[in-house]
């Protein structure tokens, strides 16, 4: 079998793969495939072959041991499967929605985009008419002042107005995708990802944002991720609590059709690691720990005190909390969040209402155009006044932008100190926070990144690049960083897209930061977070998606694939056969052939993105033309048709570039011209653009026009293609938020694009990859956080996960315990007309307020928020068993992708999370260490007869004579009493 994916007559059952036989992961990878499909051979994964590289060692190897893997599905659960089992039992199949609901949801998202639109545009004329009738500049500051604060606390506000108005409270459901539920979630998924408050993340103003929507957030939790959770009444996070940036607790995903809900629960003082997927229904015990890139699967709960890392995750004794809490203060969190409003408030919101008058007076023709607000004039003169605004606008905000990163954060540097642990939330925290956002701003790494010039754009921030090998790719366009002068990497190393530099850490109270250095003549993946203290040296090849070691001897002369992450050989002979263009006479030649190409794609990256501004510029300076009643509308129309025509923009550019030609699948040089034109690609595109569409069919139409082969009723929660004329997806697909389909591979000096095809029904779990050359059968299932290699074949309706990803088995589980989550009694939705009544209230007012200013009445006082207290929860979960086998574990579950639990299954009015054994008939009974959060204080109801039974069977069978004997007109007394106190206190709750 090996020797015919080979090409060879015979293969010896001693020779090594990679080695001897000289094959690489895409040719294992088939043969794994080949393997699976024969019923009399035993299931081998990628990391089988790895592990067993010979065909002798490998029969050896899985001869004993049965594949073992994650449970996810309650529906499939190991009390629904014979004991021992490993056959999988198939999901529930559901038909798949109608094309007409899949045509109205979109109709009716696009309706909710517009009516948002038009209260922007009422809200910015009657603002900016107030500002303009100032006299003075004083009077035209205070006026910006007031007019900016008020409609930055209108959307501030909306968004949780909308929630609490249109879903109340969240539990653990299903919502058909594309239905009227649908269109709820969807809306205020949106507007809660829009408010200017997600742009505190990282402060207490965050942690605030969160608790209005009902999130149940312990004092003194630090969060720094900017993928905002949605479904936060599910959220549990214990006081202490560090979330590190770019993780996922979101409290949904989306499973074959459906929005699933599930609750994600974190103990006190618990540690989250960077790039890591906490998926729905998972938990974490106090002082728990998960590793950076790491992954909790449905179900899975990591027990109080213990560290967990890898995708799934297990047990590990490595402590990624590496820094001591400083004394906790209230008034240094005070005063960091006062600070914060007042800059907002008096700083930036004046600054941007003013910059408007300030480009009048810097362009002539700008200011004759709109001064008298002439509604005939010349087309000629509308395009000279659009003109030098753009120009002014693009090229001064370049050339100050280059100028500020170069500068501010190098004189910021002098008052960070490696090794010296900070307060949070203190002066140092002020400054560290200003340096990281400065020093990464996406626009100047996606200019240079790709070329030669990134290396010295990093030297300017800051970076010890050392002696550097120039090959023209050094680095890619996606290369972050917590500090730049604390970032080190070696001679001859090259990074593709998505590192992520870890020099900080962080407790719930305290800071600091360490030098972070990446060894000589290393390759960096993809989506690679690299933290300080990695333990890895010289000649290392760091796969996509690998979790860097933190324990262990320092690996050189090898690969490391995998989280957590094992030894592959460093190369092979096939990946070698371009080294003889990376040397000699030749490098210098094709290096600056490379350069100059690289200079026309950099010019074309910027005329691209100065033309999309003209454009904006033009459509905004004929809306400011309209004056009279229909101002509102056309400021309205002018940010209706900005996003339109920007994703317009954008498919026109990337199919230009292509000449309406698909790809084609390749395997070249990075110094082979082909290769270039893939870097253009790329980076000219604006894609950002595309992404606005995430939720609705208009993101399957972007992809279709983008020439992606894409099925009907596609939902792509925020999916991202990198080759888009390289994939193929099947009808009734599901892609998560977080995933990509990565069409193409660079190791060392080599790159490898092919197509990958994902069949009908299948589903992409969150930040979930997807590889070149892979297929995926219909109705396949990808686990969150997983990472399917190239040339993989994944069977149609297989359940697959992990890092990299293998096939999943249902297998029995022990008996364990079970957490179950109590829900307060949900409160009934308001009807849609009071919603409305009371959106229009809050635009009124907004309206009030400016109306009053103009005639110079006092302000009206903006509404304060009823105070929110979520009553105390837990969230579901289970231990995990580990399994013998390094490479497999069985880990017994809780709910998973199939139908969640009715919210009715809990008992409402529940004060604290019950524990049950299976299959025991004990009575509840408290659990241990519960997380307490703040509780509404109300009088506790005495409990029945029932109760105390079930609390003390010993106790009801003393007491059962004298129960008998008592009166039944006493007994029927006492439950009218307390049936009253119940319904009592649950309307107090709604």
């Known amino acids: 079998m090996l020797a015919d994916i080979m090409g060879v007559e015979r293969v010896s059952v001693d020779s090594n793969f990679f080695d001897v036989l000289g094959a690489d992961s895409m040719v294992m990878a088939r043969f ?9 051979l035993p299931s081998v994964s990628i990391k089988d072959i790895y592990s067993y590289p010979t065909i002798r060692s490998l029969a050896s190897g899985l001869a004993d041991a049965a594949l073992l893997s994650v449970i996810e599905s309650p529906a499939e659960s190991s009390a629904e499967l014979p004991a021992g089992s490993s056959a999988e039992a198939p999901p529930e199949a559901k038909p798949p929605v109608g094309t007409l609901r899949y045509l109205l949801c979109g109709a009716l998202q696009f309706l909710a985009f517009l009516g948002y639109c038009y209260v922007v545009g009422v809200v910015a004329d009657l603002g900016s008419g107030w500002i303009s009738a100032g006299t003075g500049l004083v009077d035209i500051y205070l006026r910006s002042v007031l007019v900016g604060g008020a409609g930055l606390l209108g959307m501030c506000a909306l968004p949780i107005l909308v929630k609490w108005l249109l879903v109340g409270r969240w539990k653990p459901q299903e919502i058909r995708i594309w239905s009227l539920a649908y269109l709820r979630f969807w809306i205020v998924k949106t507007l809660v990802r829009l408010n200017p408050l997600v742009l505190s993340v990282g402060s207490p103003l965050y942690v605030f944002y969160l608790r209005a929507l009902g999130a149940k957030i312990g004092r003194g939790a630090a969060i720094f991720s900017r993928n905002v959770p949605v479904c936060t009444d599910l959220l549990v996070i214990g006081a202490g609590t560090v979330i590190r940036k770019e993780s996922f607790f979101l409290g949904y995903r989306a499973y074959s059709g459906l929005i699933q809900t599930g609750a994600v629960s974190l103990g006190r003082d618990a540690f989250v690691g960077e790039k890591s997927v906490l998926d729905i229904n998972t938990s974490m015990g106090d002082e728990a720990q998960l590793g950076h890139s790491s992954a909790l699967h449905s179900g899975q709960r990591v027990p109080d005190r213990e560290h967990w890392h890898g995708s799934p995750a297990q047990r590990t004794e490595v402590d990624y909390l590496r820094i001591a809490r400083a004394r906790r203060s209230w008034w240094r969190r005070v005063v960091f969040c006062v600070l914060a409003l007042v800059k907002v408030f008096f700083l930036y919101v004046p600054l941007a209402e003013g910059a408007v008058y300030v480009l009048l007076l810097a362009v002539p023709a700008l200011a004759t155009s709109l001064g008298a607000r002439v509604t005939q004039s010349t087309w000629w003169q509308l395009g000279v006044a659009a003109l030098a605004l753009s120009v002014v606008l ?41 340096l990281t956002r400065l020093s990464n701003k996406k626009f100047f790494t996606n200019l240079f990144g790709d070329s030669s010039y990134i290396v010295h754009y990093l030297r300017g921030l800051g970076y010890n690049l050392r002696r550097v090998e120039q090959t023209g790719s050094n680095f890619g366009m996606e290369v972050a960083h917590d500090n730049p002068y604390l970032s080190s990497v070696g001679t001859g190393t090259m990074v593709a897209d998505g590192l992520s530099i870890i020099n900080a850490d962080f407790s719930s109270t305290s800071f600091s930061m360490s030098r972070t250095s990446i060894g ?12 300080s203290g990695g333990r890895t040296g010289d000649n290392c090849l760091l796969a996509t998606k690998v979790m860097i ?3 262990g001897e320092i690996r050189e002369g090898v690969g490391l694939l995998g989280s957590p992450s094992f030894e592959i050989p460093r190369s092979v002979e096939r990946d070698g056969r371009f080294d003889h263009l990376r040397a000699g006479d030749e490098l210098p030649r094709r290096l600056s052939a490379k350069n100059r190409y690289n200079i026309r794609t950099m ?27 229909f101002a509102d509308l056309a400021i309205a129309g002018f940010f209706a048709l900005s996003l339109p025509i920007s994703a317009t923009y954008v498919v026109l550019v990337e199919r230009a570039m292509t000449a309406f030609r698909p790809l084609r699948p390749s395997f070249c040089s990075i110094y082979d011209a082909h290769f270039w034109w893939h870097e253009r690609l790329w980076k000219v595109p604006e894609m950002v653009y595309v992404q606005a569409f995430n939720g609705t069919p208009f993101k399957a139409l972007m992809w279709r026009l983008m020439g992606a082969r894409v099925g009907r009723r596609l939902f792509d929660d925020g999916c991202y293609f990198t080759e888009r004329t390289l994939v193929a997806v099947g009808d009734d697909c599901t892609l998560n938020a977080g995933s990509k389909i990565q069409c193409h591979s660079q190791e060392d ?13 299948c589903t992409v779990g969150v930040g979930a990859l997807v590889h070149y050359g892979v297929t995926m059968g219909d109705g396949a299932v990808l686990a969150a956080d997983a990472f399917l290699m190239k040339g993989e074949e994944v069977p149609p309706h297989a359940r697959w996960g992990g890092n990299p990803a293998r096939e999943i088995r249902v297998v029995s589980a022990p008996a364990t315990p079970v957490l179950t989550l109590p829900i307060r009694p949900t409160r009934r939705r308001a009807p849609a007309w009071t919603a409305a009544a009371m959106l229009v209230g809050v635009v009124a007012a907004d309206l009030a307020l400016l109306t009053a200013g103009s005639r110079g009445a006092a302000p009206v006082p903006a509404r304060q928020s009823l105070p929110l207290s979520p009553s105390p929860a837990i969230v579901a979960g289970q231990p995990a068993v580990q399994s013998s086998r390094q490479d497999t574990q069985t880990i017994a579950v809780g709910p998973g992708p199939g139908p969640s639990p009715a919210p009715g299954a809990t008992p409402q009015g529940e004060r604290a999370a019950r524990v049950r054994a299976p299959g025991s008939s004990a009575g509840p009974r408290a659990v241990p260490n519960a997380i307490v959060h703040r509780s509404v204080s109300r009088p506790s109801p005495e409990p029945t007869a029932a109760e105390s039974a079930a609390a003390d ?9 004298s129960q008998s004997s008592g009166s039944d007109a006493a007994t029927k007394k006492k439950q009218e009493k307390h049936k009253k106190h119940s319904k009592s206190s649950d309307s107090t709750g709604q």
Request: aromatic share 12%; hydrophobic share 45%.
């Open 32 to 40: 794994c495939a080949r393997v699976r499909k024969r019923a009399d």
């Open 394 to 434: 693009f090229v001064g905000g370049v050339l100050l932008g280059l100028l500020v990163v170069g500068i501010v954060p190098r004189a910021l540097n002098v008052f960070i100190k490696p090794g010296k642990v900070y307060p949070l939330y203190g002066f140092h925290y002020r400054i560290h926070r200003a």
């Open 520 to 531: 000589p003549r290393n390759f960096l993946g993809n989506s690679i977070a690299y933290p």
């Open 549 to 551: 070691p933190l324990d």
């Open 603 to 629: 010019g074309y990256y910027l005329f691209v993105r100065w033309l999309h501004v003209f454009l904006l510029t033009t459509l905004g300076v004929a809306a400011l033309q309209v004056s009279g009643a």
């Open 749 to 761: 000096g080599t790159f490898k694009s092919d197509r990958s095809t994902i069949g009908a029904g």
């Open 953 to 961: 069977p010993t106790a009801a069978e003393a007491t059962t004579g």
